[in-house]
């Protein structure tokens, strides 16, 4: 297994560079219509790439249309695969309900380490406009937040912190996840926010919180070389440190 990371680590600082010019955003619109604002994100690297974008609140296209390309070879274009608006598909599990109204397109068996031009067009019955966005699935990783955070008192003065990884993300063997801890309370009208991590295990114990205070608990994971962004944070999970020794 670690033979692989080698070269792939390699191969990351060397693209460094390149990668900086990589999120530049080009719009282009032949009308004054409304270009859809288009957003990509791998959920489960190398493998569930996915795009959003929103309806515009104006005009209704007719239809999109979103193809993809390799950038050194734009002449050949694949479909990205619409998915319309609260449609489900075993591909957007769990969005939460504000991505229900959005909508998606999946690109299919992305190469690594390869820049890629998405192209959502929106069409209406006067024009069209298209955005086009540039990326490297590297650049774009984000899981999908851990699941069943859960935090109980191992004695008096010790905390278990526990949840699971994401479901959706599928390749834990060759690309294992590390997480990120944060706990936040109030004192005196503000907010108090502690970080902990990354931890590479899915329990963390956790010592020398103040009796009597509640605390809200979330975990965010990211892929363990550090590819791309930490998940959302999870649901969060409040506890309240109990006064009496048990
Ligand atoms: C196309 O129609 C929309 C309304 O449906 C309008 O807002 C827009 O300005 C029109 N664009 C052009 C170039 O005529
Ligand atoms: C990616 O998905 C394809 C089919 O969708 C599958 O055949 C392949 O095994 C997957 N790759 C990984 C690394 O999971
Ligand atoms: C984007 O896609 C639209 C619709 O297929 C096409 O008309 C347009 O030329 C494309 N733009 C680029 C820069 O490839
Ligand atoms: C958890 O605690 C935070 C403040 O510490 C509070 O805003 C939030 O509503 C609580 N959540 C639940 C589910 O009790």
Avoid at 104 to 131: E, M, Q, R
Avoid at 138 to 148: A, L, N, R
Avoid at 192 to 210: D, Y
Wanted: charged share 15%.
């Amino acid at each position: 297994m670690m033979a692989m990371f080698v070269p792939v680590v390699f191969l990351l600082c060397v693209l460094q560079a390149q990668a900086m010019d990589l999120h530049r955003v080009m719009v282009m619109s032949k009308t004054a219509h409304f270009v859809p604002k288009v957003h990509c994100w791998c959920a489960s690297y190398p493998n569930r790439t996915l795009c959003s974008w929103p309806d515009s609140l104006h005009a209704l296209p007719t239809h999109y249309i979103a193809t993809y390309s390799e950038r050194l070879r734009q002449s050949v274009n694949k479909p990205c695969h619409i998915i319309p608006p609260g449609q489900s598909s075993e591909l957007t599990p769990g969005l939460p309900p504000s991505a229900q109204q959005l909508w998606h397109c999946h690109l299919p068996d992305l190469k690594l380490l390869t820049d890629y031009i998405l192209n959502v067009t929106a069409v209406y019955p006067n024009g069209s406009s298209s955005h086009l966005s540039s990326f490297m699935v590297e650049d774009i990783v984000k899981p999908d937040p851990p699941m069943h955070v859960r935090v109980s008192p191992q004695n008096a003065k010790m905390l278990l912190v526990e949840w699971d990884p994401p479901s959706t993300w599928e390749n834990m063997d060759i690309f294992p996840l590390k997480y990120q801890i944060q706990y936040q309370w109030w004192i005196k009208g503000s907010m108090k926010s502690v970080n902990l991590g990354p931890f590479e295990s899915t329990k963390i114990p956790l010592k020398g919180l103040a009796s009597g205070r509640t605390y809200q608990f979330q975990v965010c994971a990211k892929e363990i070389l550090g590819l791309g962004h930490c998940s959302d944070w999870s649901s969060p999970f409040n506890v309240t440190i109990s006064r009496t020794r048990p």
